[in-house]
């Protein structure tokens, strides 16, 4: 049991939870953290609040979602619905996937509704909606991270591949939240700028940090650029040669026979036991399953649990995902690369 709560206990420090829930909701948490561990149930979900993103990064496939939704926003109702089936064993709950969160008005009701129910709550944003007002929002809404996807610590380092962004507004907006969380002597949510590595970028690490530190950020995360099996031969072409770094510590990636490229190591998969539930209320496989290619239910004409104990769910987890059978698996970046994360504060 020890070794079970030990890990989750410095991650509720870390995030401040003992000092901002109070001891009755850290032990409501810690109690549902071990439920889902005993019965096998995932204790951690990502929810797309938002299939749509407002910018077409260079390197991303995934604003391309929304084609693949009913759905482009999930709307509060639904929400509801998903948390009430989630809440008795999921402790976390984390906003991303392929759109942008902030582009759904509801977000703040949904943080504020999660958080409730004692789910310590995450959010991932490209931050260009970060206005005065919504980070006022983001701070009452009791949210516990904030994960800022800049990529760069130069405007024109950023407009090369955040297209559609407009650096000094982001940055504006992240001091903001950042002067208004402080002067508000809040311990949440925790700031962590992350910057996705790439040739455009890899001269710019130590001035991200450097930036971060003058924003007073709380942590710093650098991770692998992914390569979406779903581009088409150009599209990889394209960032093998322009975006991919292969030889730094947290590339997934090795070039390969000219333009092709392979993942450095090919563990078993982390992840599958992490579902997603999108716009629509599907439930898809992972993080990877972003056109929802392998969905295994609706969590809004069904329990998410009667989807989770399917028999034919189960082996499909701890089979076909677990030993990477998938197409999606063969550039996946959760290997055995780590990611580089610094804390600041």
Not at 181 to 210: C, D, G, H, Y
Not at 238 to 257: C, G
Not at 271 to 285: E, R, Y
Request: contains cysteine; charged residues 25%.
């Amino acid at each position: 049991m020890k070794n079970i709560m030990k890990p989750f206990s410095r991650r509720l420090k870390k995030l401040g939870y003992f000092r901002r829930k109070g001891i009755i909701k850290s032990v409501a948490i810690a109690k549902k953290h071990i439920f889902s561990m005993i019965k096998g149930y995932p204790n951690s979900i990502m929810v797309e609040a938002s299939s749509k993103c407002n910018l077409t990064c260079s390197m991303c496939w995934a604003y391309r979602a929304s084609e693949y939704r009913k759905n482009t926003f999930l709307n509060i109702q639904d929400f509801k619905k998903i948390i009430n089936d989630l809440s008795p064993f999921c402790s976390k709950l984390f906003f991303s996937f392929c759109g942008e969160p902030l582009m759904n008005n509801d977000i703040y009701d949904m943080i504020k509704y999660s958080e409730k129910r004692n789910m310590i709550v995450g959010l991932s944003t490209n931050a260009t909606l970060l206005t005065k007002s919504n980070a006022i929002k983001l701070l009452e809404s009791h949210l516990d991270e904030l994960v800022v996807s800049l990529d760069a610590a130069s405007k024109k380092t950023y407009d090369s591949m955040r297209v559609g962004g407009d650096f000094d507004k982001v940055i504006s907006g992240v001091e903001f939240l950042i002067n208004e969380k402080k002067r508000r002597r809040l311990s949440s949510p925790k700031v962590i700028l992350q910057m996705i590595l790439t040739q455009k970028n890899e001269a710019e690490v130590n001035e991200f940090i450097r930036l971060a530190r003058e924003l007073r950020a709380d942590a710093v995360t650098i991770k692998s650029l992914f390569i979406d099996h779903h581009g088409d031969n150009d599209y990889q072409k394209i960032l093998a040669d322009e975006y991919l770094v292969a030889n730094h510590i947290v590339s997934r990636y090795d070039k390969w026979q000219g333009d092709q490229v392979k993942l450095k190591k090919m563990g078993t998969c982390p992840n599958n036991k992490s579902p997603i539930i999108n716009s629509d209320g599907d439930v898809c496989v992972c993080c990877f399953d972003i056109f929802g290619e392998y969905k295994q239910g609706n969590t809004l004409k069904e329990h998410f649990l009667d989807i989770w104990n399917r028999s034919d769910y189960q082996k499909f987890r701890d089979d076909t995902m677990l030993n990477r059978k998938l197409p999606i698996c063969q550039f996946c970046v959760y290997s055995d690369v780590p990611e580089i994360n610094i804390p600041l504060a």
